[in-house]
């Protein structure tokens, strides 16, 4: 992500009144589809969101509908990045207040990037999130220079990609870090679900 952007200058997200309204399935993904043109972002977005379902169905023994928001939150959280870089966040976020959704869905978004938009993550969907997003596309990255892709894929090799600061530049190891300290999840687990919840996600 890039220094310009602008932090959010505030903590609390939509309305309370509004906790259990989502987005459907198809206004979610029309909003992506018309917000995002880029096909690398968008298979990004799918990825990090079928993660955090994944992992609150599995991990968090949530129910569908709780999933639900973790999915959402996953599928929306870049949904600005691409048409107003220096505002990134800031626009989702005022549209998914607009809309009423959830507040806990909108600031799972905020929290995507604590040094970025100033937003500490505060329960495990917003711990979860910010863990996910770097490692996800991490690893696609790894997946994009492998000729079978995530195919044998294992998590030594990403383990060593991380420790080369050459390989995918751009994602901050730092935040990497950040993220996996407030969790008592490994690293190595973190990767190993990653490779298993989004290798199939088109
Ligand atoms: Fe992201």
Redesign the pocket.
């Known amino acids: 992500m890039a220094d310009a952007i602008q932090p959010l200058g505030r903590n609390t997200f939509g309305n309370p009144a509004n906790t259990g309204k989502v987005l459907s399935e198809e206004e979610a993904l029309n909003l992506l589809n018309s917000w995002v043109e880029n096909e690398r972002l968008r298979l990004?977005?799918k990825q990090?969101a079928a993660v955090m379902k994944a992992w609150a169905l599995e991990r968090e023994n949530l129910s569908e509908e709780e999933a639900y928001k973790w999915w959402l939150a996953g599928l929306l959280?870049?949904a600005d990045?691409e048409k107003h870089p220096t505002e990134h966040c800031r626009i989702i976020i005022e549209e998914l207040e607009r809309r009423n959704v959830d507040p806990s869905v909108i600031h799972c978004i905020a929290s995507?990037g604590p040094r970025h938009f100033g937003v500490e993550p505060e329960n495990s969907m917003d711990k979860m999130i910010y863990v996910f997003?770097?490692l996800?596309?991490f690893i696609h990255a790894a997946a994009l220079i492998r000729p079978s892709r995530y195919e044998g894929m294992d998590v030594k090799s990403i383990l060593k990609k991380l420790k080369t600061p050459s390989f995918a530049a751009q994602v901050s190891r730092e935040d990497i870090q950040d993220a996996l300290s407030r969790i008592s999840n490994s690293l190595e687990e973190i990767i190993d679900f990653i490779i298993s919840h989004q290798k199939d996600v088109a």
């Open positions: 990004h977005m990090v959280h870049d990045w995507h997003d770097e996800s596309g």
